[in-house]
């Protein structure tokens, strides 16, 4: 294994997995800023009633890209807090994942910011434990094209 930038790898669009007791797995964006992940929920999900009865939360960021061999992956545990939404950090995780132009973006998108009685809220996760590993290798192969 050697070692890579975590936090450049965070930096990326990817998608995290965060786990609750329960145990729950759902997808999920994040925007990792300061050594912490922010998790946008609020009321049409479960994640915060979950995280209110039992704080817990692991999550898993990973990539898995089989033409280059790339294979990394960042697990994160600890005890997460359910936080009031500002739209300043809302507005950056959303730019992360649909571009600046927020005229752009889906209506949905948008309504987390400009939607008060959405109920939107934050998760943060504060890492107590954080492990990363890069379990990359020499790729051999080209894999088949997508059937899209």
Not at 44 to 66: G, I, K, N, Y
Not at 91 to 100: F, P, Q, W
Not at 116 to 134: F, I
Request: a positive charge; aromatic letters at 10%; hydrophobic letters at 40%.
């Amino acid at each position: 294994m050697t070692p890579f930038d975590v936090d450049a790898f965070l930096a990326q669009p990817l998608t995290a997995r965060v786990a609750t007791n329960g145990p729950t797995v759902r997808p999920t964006w994040y925007l990792w800023e300061n050594h912490t992940f922010w998790i946008l929920s609020g009321p049409w999900s479960r994640l915060p009633t979950h995280l209110r009865a039992d704080p817990r939360l692991a999550l898993t960021v990973d990539e898995c890209d089989l033409a280059t061999g790339s294979v990394r992956q960042v697990i994160a545990r600890g005890t997460a807090t359910v936080l009031p939404f500002d739209v300043p950090r809302g507005r950056r995780k959303l730019a992360r994942y649909l571009g600046e132009v927020e005229s752009a973006w889906d209506p949905r998108f948008r309504a987390y910011l400009t939607d008060p009685d959405r109920g939107t809220l934050w998760v943060r996760l504060t890492p107590e434990t954080l492990r990363a590993q890069d379990l990359s290798y020499a790729a051999s192969f080209t894999p088949p094209p997508r059937a899209d």
